[in-house]
């Protein structure tokens, strides 16, 4: 017998709110939540695996958006390893280029800072001047 885990339990379990089980289900990221007979969620070991799935894709920076349309890939019941494998190398694309313009910033913050240093230093030595 599968074990079946309460709202609370399932967001102990995977480390999500109990807010946000329901918006990844109202997204259509999981499918087939059961209900009790008084309405409750009841989730199943595997809704736990699949939320964590979720939880991962999250923390690489995917959006809930793009969650969608990796998963509707797994639903046409065809082998997807390729179209997902591109799905990520283009993400990945992404990130690097994201990266690239942190970089940018982070030097351009870095100028900023050197500039008023630069600046701090010529007010000290204008004051120890008078």
């Known amino acids: 017998m599968e074990t079946i885990f309460s ?12 807010h946000t089980l329901r918006y990844y289900e109202q997204m259509g990221l999981v499918h ?14 595997s809704d736990i695996k699949w939320f964590q799935i979720i939880r991962y894709f999250r923390d690489m920076g995917l959006p809930v958006k793009e ?8 639903d046409s019941g065809a082998s997807t390893a390729r179209v997902r494998r591109e ?6 694309a992404r990130i690097v280029e994201q990266q690239k313009e942190l970089e940018r910033a982070l030097r351009r913050v870095d100028d900023k800072i050197e500039f008023f240093r630069d600046r701090e230093r010529m007010e000290n030595e204008q004051q120890i001047r008078v």
């Open 32 to 45: 087939g939540i059961q209900r009790d007979g008084n309405g409750y969620r009841q989730y199943t070991e």
């Open 67 to 74: 969650m969608q349309q990796f998963i509707a890939m797994g």
């Open 7 to 18: 709202s609370k339990q399932a967001a102990e379990q995977t480390g999500l709110s109990v």
């Open 87 to 92: 799905f990520m190398e283009t993400y990945r």
